[in-house]
């Protein structure tokens, strides 16, 4: 079992909650000896999950009011952590323990910090897909995700226009799916095929 998956029991609505999801939950055929309104039935049976039943599911696919403690990768120490599901949704740093989360962290390790140095204090910054320069619209990028264990630091940056960046991560899958530096190498050379086809197609109509 990796850091994104964890085992729960199932019990109860949980059950259809991780079927609907194509999780197999086990069950056992339970002899009755009575129905539910008393009445005694003679070779009555139920299908029902057995008490304590548990089994292993992606902690995305975890109900957003679980309870459920997950076990995490810190992503700064790099040192497992514990925490519960909840609290992990709600924290602005999820995969940072609690310790590495509360020092304040001068330039490696702050989001802000490279904002500031990489965009707002740089007289060059721009897109590195499509040129753009106003700096209302530009973002930083992370290469690797922070939950494939992407750092906040210079060399895992890129600066991206809104669009572009948006594109990117629609083009991935949605903004909740992590990324890597080799699938925006992929998508940085599809752009940059495209601009160049748009460009000759403008040549060959200036032409005509």
């Known amino acids: ?101 509360k020092k304040k962290i001068k330039g490696d390790g702050s989001h802000g910090y490279w904002v500031k140095k990489l965009i707002a204090d740089n007289k060059t910054a721009a897109c590195d897909i499509s040129g753009e320069e106003d700096k209302r619209f530009l973002i930083l990028h992370h290469l690797d995700s922070r939950s494939n264990g992407g750092r906040n630091n210079e060399e895992n940056y890129v600066v991206l226009s809104a669009n572009y960046h948006l594109a990117f991560h629609v083009w991935n899958g949605g903004t909740g799916i992590p990324c890597t530096m080799e699938q925006y190498v992929k998508f940085k050379d599809n752009e940059k095929r495209k601009i160049q086809a748009d460009m000759l197609a403008d040549d060959w109509m200036i032409v005509e």
């Open 1 to 101: 079992m990796n850091h994104d998956e964890t085992e729960i029991v199932v019990q109860g609505r949980m059950a259809k909650w991780f079927r609907e999801r194509g999780y197999d939950v086990p069950t056992q055929t339970t002899q009755l000896l009575a129905t539910k309104n008393g009445k005694k039935v003679k070779n009555g049976q139920d299908v029902r999950i057995r008490n304590g039943t548990r089994i292993v599911v992606k902690i995305k696919d975890l109900p957003p009011a679980s309870n459920t403690n997950i076990t995490r990768l810190c992503t700064s120490c790099k040192k497992e952590f514990t925490t519960r599901y909840g609290a992990y949704l709600k924290k602005k740093e999820s995969d940072r323990c609690d310790e590495c989360s």
